[in-house]
């Protein structure tokens, strides 16, 4: 019975393929997956996505196709002869989607709403695929609290902006929770993959999710800003007491929806600037492009450790 309640928890079949915590959806003809241009009847879904093992998502549709690329090569998967890579989603002109081998990599927008959407939609996909035990991975941007532009965070939890540690969503006219939780021991083997003479910290801490970029993270250079420069930093302090190195607009949702589908997740980002010394991101195009490249080559390190292990 032990083991039932786990698995029940995991939300899992014992196979390790994604069970949903829905009972609509057998009892449907088909599910359309309408932003990402995909549906059940319409497309071969366990031939397309079946061998999926790893989701990484990021904000940007031009990050998340440079990602596939360089995974791409990373892993040596070479794609069928006269073929290029091609954004799956792109009739849904909403997210992007690339497929390299055993790696999805997809772009979620800015904030929960948008990354909500299509967690919703992707876990709908795993389960549609049968695919077992995918690991979902984060690959994003954001402000450190005492860290420099450039630093690598590994998020062990996220927060909202009152610092509590679950999602509060609304479903029909009602308050739901959903517990932040994203899996210490990914977080913890991620962390073991910095390599010493990387030019750059990689720290593990929590993460405050905000739903706005401009007063809803403290910055004093928004179109309206209604507190003072005291103010602000003493609420980002009140965050760095509570353990918080880094903040940005998903990881709550991420953790979340993730965490109640019973799939493993992690969230790595890089800080653009360190919010306690200011609020613009002043740093040449150049030099967050290579910032931005640090996560990817912690989670490139990731899979292909993965990979080779297999
Ligand atoms: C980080 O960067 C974006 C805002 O600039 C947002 O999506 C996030 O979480
Ligand atoms: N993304 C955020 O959400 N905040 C920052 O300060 C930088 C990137």
Redo the contacts with the bound molecule.
């Keep these: 019975p032990k083991i039932n309640t786990f698995l029940m928890k995991r939300c899992q079949y014992s196979d390790g393929s994604v069970r949903l915590r829905n009972p609509n959806i057998e009892l449907m003809d088909q599910d359309i997956l309408y932003h990402l241009a995909l549906g059940s009847g319409s497309h071969d879904l366990v031939e397309m996505f079946g061998d999926v093992k790893f989701v990484c998502m990021g904000g940007t549709p031009k990050r998340m196709e440079h990602f596939a690329n360089y995974i791409m090569q990373e892993i040596g998967h070479k794609l069928p002869a006269g073929t290029t890579l091609l954004d799956i989603t792109k009739n849904s002109y909403r997210y992007s989607m690339y497929k390299v081998g055993p790696v999805l990599s997809i772009s979620h927008g800015m904030g929960i709403p948008s990354v909500s959407i299509l967690l919703h939609e992707v876990i709908k996909l795993m389960y549609h695929a049968k695919v077992k035990d995918p690991i979902f991975i984060r690959i ?4 450190g609290v005492g860290y420099e532009g450039g630093t690598v965070i590994i998020s062990e939890e996220a927060l909202d902006e009152m610092m509590k540690p679950y999602m509060e969503l609304m479903v029909l006219g009602k308050l739901v929770r959903r517990p932040a939780k994203l899996d210490r021991q990914l977080a913890r083997d991620l962390k073991g993959l910095a390599h010493r003479d990387d030019p750059y910290d990689t720290v593990i801490g929590k993460t405050m999710c ?1 739903n706005d ?1 401009y007063e809803g ?1 403290g ?1 004093l250079d928004g179109a309206f800003c209604e507190f003072t420069e005291a103010d602000k930093m003493e609420y980002l302090m009140k965050l760095q007491k509570a353990g918080v190195v880094n ?3 998903e990881s709550l949702c991420f953790a979340a929806l993730t965490n109640h589908a019973g799939i493993q997740s992690a969230v790595v980002c890089v ?3 360190d ?1 306690l010394k200011g ?1 613009q ?1 002043l740093a040449p195009k150049e030099v967050l492009e290579e910032w931005q490249m640090r996560p990817q080559k912690l989670i490139a390190r990731y899979i292909t450790t993965y990979l080779q292990r297999k």
Aim: some cysteine; proline content about 0%.
């Design positions: 994003g941007t954001c402000g905000s970029f993270q910055r903040i940005e607009m800080t653009l600037l919010r609020d991101v």
